[in-house]
T-cell receptor, first 113, second 111 residues
Framework: DTEVTQTPKHLVMGMTNKKSLKCEQHMGHRAMYWYKQKAKKPPELMFVYSYEKLSINESVPSRFSPECPNSSLLNLHLHALQPEDSALYLC????????????FGPGTRLTVL | SQELEQSPQSLIVQEGKNLTINCTSSKTLYGLYWYKQKYGEGLIFLMMLQKGGEEKSHEKITAKLDEKKQQSSLHITASQPSHAGIYLCGADEDSGYALNFGKGTSLLVTP
């Protein structure tokens, strides 16, 4: 298995909802990443997990809460989001933080109403 | 962190023509990565360059990193409609830091 999968593909939520984005890889990668991408902009780093521990948090608001339950899974819990949080959320993984190019999943298109 | 400048911002070429996309950093890079993205989809990894003067090729795409490790180019030979998309360069200054990306180059290949 040489890919990163993300579910759901699309998500529409209200500002009072709680939802989660899921990311999975079975390549034995030990670094996993969340990126946010607005339309016509490059991806922006949100979080980095290394060996299931949070190693980088790029000053992301607390309404985004990452979780890494095991080495293959990465979640992003969403609560009380704002319409400006609507974006494509991309998950990526790499062998570890110092080895290999990150491989990206297909993304989750999030719309906050 | 470094800023990456990509040029051109957009490109329209006729099928069969060659083209080059550039990526420039103000700082020496640890690694330089090229990705392709279709609108609304994930990034597809193309190539990774880490050594000054390094050059890699895959099918009709060649990427180079200069000796100072501050500038990279992506060259497509005999472009095809399948090459259309947004090309992004990503880089890390130091080993172990996640990638920052340039603003991308949008490529359209016309028949």
């Amino acid at each position: 298995d040489t890919e990163v999968t993300q579910t759901p593909k699309h998500l529409v939520m209200g500002m009072t909802n709680k939802k989660s984005l899921k990311c999975e890889q079975h390549m034995g990668h030990r670094a996993m990443y969340w990126y946010k991408q607005k339309a016509k902009k490059p991806p922006e780093l949100m979080f980095v997990y290394s060996y299931e521990k949070l190693s980088i948090n790029e000053s992301v608001p607390s309404r985004f809460s990452p979780e890494c339950p095991n080495s293959s899974l990465l979640n992003l819990h969403l609560h009380a989001l704002q319409p400006e949080d609507s974006a494509l959320y991309l998950c990526a993984s790499s062998q570890d933080r110092t080895l290999g190019a990150p491989r990206f999943g297909p993304g989750t298109r999030l719309t906050v109403l | 962190s470094q800023e990456l400048e990509q040029s051109p911002q957009s490109l329209i070429v006729q099928e069969g023509k060659n083209l080059t996309i550039n990526c420039t950093s103000s700082k020496t890079l640890y690694g330089l990565y090229w990705y392709k993205q279709k609108y609304g989809e994930g990034l597809i990894f193309l190539m990774m360059l880490q050594k000054g003067g390094e050059e890699k090729s895959h099918e009709k795409i060649t990427a180079k990193l200069d000796e100072k490790k501050q500038q990279s180019s992506l060259h497509i030979t005999a472009s095809q409609p399948s090459h259309a998309g947004i090309y992004l360069c990503g880089a890390d200054e130091d080993s172990g830091y996640a990638l920052n990306f340039g603003k991308g180059t949008s490529l359209l290949v016309t028949p």
